[in-house]
């Protein structure tokens, strides 16, 4: 079962980019999907405000599916909980 | 020009990389304090303003993506609460998609235009808050896509124009106020954008191409923003200068 996190990242991206019926799997990339570099700026920047976060360009650059994200993101709230 | 600019506070949007950084070690330079504002890059951010501390002035660095107005307002407040004034403002931050008008959708059009054009509003907006009862200067930095059709530029090209035109508006509105406002226009500027070309292309599009014998730099430009912004432009308003080396008058197939 997909988690908030997940689904959160999966509406933020879809709210975005034109994913035109193409399902998001882990392993969809941004180019499955066709993304440009605009389409990424913006999910990051939807990213960093909904999770009060900063992905820098250089995690951003290690993103490349929808699987990896979804694991970065789960990481910081993880994070971020234990922190209190 | 060095001493007027002393004990000043600059701050240039998307001044860490580029022609803003170029601006931002040239105020640092004229011994001006600096406020960079970046978005993207914190590294590069966070060296440039090593650079400028080495020049003996002040700088802080904020993140703020210029195209939402509430985030304006936070970098404002943050140069607010960092030096209680603002002397000069360098509106340079700027994005952009590169389509077609015919592939270009609205969420391109207004992502373009929020950061390149409305962005000067909102700043202008606080920034004459901050140069209350002082004055300053506000500096845009347009393109010379905003007068020619390049391809896939549409949508930077038409929010360059609307950036010009903003332009002469606020600067009758502030003239009042004692703040000059003027933009600079640039053709092509040797930067990291510019990766997107092969040297070869460079060479043939730029190089070969512009009177003045070499591709601007951004030190071009940050000369010309320092320069509208000292006392010796004060009855420049509303303008906006083309440092171009003579291309955008140039004749396509030469003189000869």
């Known amino acids: 079962m997909a988690s908030a996190v997940e689904e959160k990242i999966k509406e933020i991206i879809t709210g975005i980019v034109h994913c035109e019926g193409r399902a998001l799997t882990p392993t969809t990339t941004w180019k499955d999907l066709k993304a440009d570099s605009l389409d990424l700026v913006q999910v ?40 209190g | 020009m060095d001493s007027e600019f002393k004990g000043k506070v600059a701050l240039v949007t998307g001044g860490s990389r580029g022609i803003g950084r170029a601006i931002s070690r040239k105020f640092a330079s004229l011994g001006a304090d600096v406020v960079i504002d970046f978005f993207r890059n914190r590294p590069a951010a966070e060296q440039t303003a090593k650079e400028i501390e080495a020049l003996g002035v002040r700088v802080h660095i904020v993140r703020a993506n210029i195209g939402d107005p509430e985030k304006v307002k936070l970098l404002f407040d943050e140069v607010k609460k960092t030096f209680g004034k603002l002397d000069i403002l ?26 390149n054009a409305r962005a000067l509003l909102f700043c202008a907006q606080e920034a004459a808050k901050l140069m209350e009862g002082r004055g300053g200067k506000i500096v845009s930095i347009s393109s010379l896509g905003s007068q020619l059709a390049m391809g896939k530029y549409v949508a930077v090209g038409v929010s360059k124009a609307a950036l010009e035109a903003l332009t002469r508006y606020l600067a009758i509105e502030l003239a009042p106020k004692n703040i000059c406002v003027n933009a600079v ?6 930067t990291e954008a ?56 140039a004749p396509v197939f030469g003189l000869e």
Not at chain 1, 59 to 78: N, R
Not at chain 2, 105 to 111: E, N, S
Not at chain 2, 185 to 190: D, K, L, M, R, Y
């Open chain 1, 44 to 83: 990051l920047v939807q990213l960093e405000e909904t999770y009060g976060i900063e992905i820098s360009d250089t995690d951003a650059e290690k993103l490349k599916s929808f699987g990896d994200l979804v694991a970065y993101i789960e990481g910081i709230v993880a994070a971020k909980a234990k922190a």
């Open chain 2, 194 to 249: 510019l990766k997107l070309y092969t040297p070869e292309q460079k060479k043939a599009l730029l190089w070969q191409s512009t009177p003045a014998g070499r591709i601007v730099i951004p030190e071009d430009v940050a000369g010309i923003v320092a320069f509208l912004c000292s006392d010796a432009a004060f009855m420049i308003r509303g303008q906006t200068l083309i440092v171009d080396g003579g291309v955008s008058i």
């Open chain 2, 90 to 115: 360098v509106s340079n931050a700027a994005s952009g998609v590169a389509r077609t008008a015919m592939e270009l959708d609205a969420q391109g059009w207004d992502w373009t235009m929020n950061i």
């Open chain 2, 185 to 190: 226009a640039a053709s092509a500027v040797e």
